[in-house]
Nanobody
Framework: QVQFVESGGGLVQPGGSLRLSCAAS????????MGWYRQAPGKERELVAA???????NYADSVKGRFTCSRDNAKNTVYLQMSSLKPEDTAVYYC????????????WGQGTQVTVSS
């Protein structure tokens, strides 16, 4: 079992930036494809960014060009740099190992709240 601790969320004005971090337990972190997910109020949880063990990334169209995902395998940590934030980015953000497609492999952490509002 791998556990996740997300951090870095907060309240930011439209157009602002935030950097999220996700620390994962487990010594085999480096072999996993990691994903950042988000869940807005009243909506399904969605995958917004993915990163392979080698650092190849993929993004949902809604965040492409604004979000950048990276990882530090030595620290068992994955990051999400978010810029040009919009009110529709407001959500709780989670990370997880991607099992297949966009499906998560493990239980969710507590997530970190991102609120974009003026």
């Amino acid at each position: 079992q791998v556990q996740f601790v997300e951090s870095g969320g907060g309240l930011v004005q439209p157009g602002g930036s935030l950097r999220l971090s996700c620390a994962a337990s487990g010594s085999i972190f480096s072999i996993y494809v990691m994903g950042w997910y988000r869940q807005a109020p009243g909506k399904e949880r969605e995958l917004v960014a993915a990163i392979t063990r080698g650092g190849v990334t993929n993004y949902a169209d809604s965040v492409k060009g604004r979000f950048t995902c990276s990882r530090d395998n030595a620290k068992n940590t994955v990051y999400l740099q978010m810029s040009s934030l919009k009110p529709e980015d407001t959500a709780v953000y989670y990370c997880n190992v991607i099992r297949d497609g966009s499906n998560p492999m493990y239980s969710w952490g507590q997530g970190t709240q991102v609120t974009v509002s003026s």
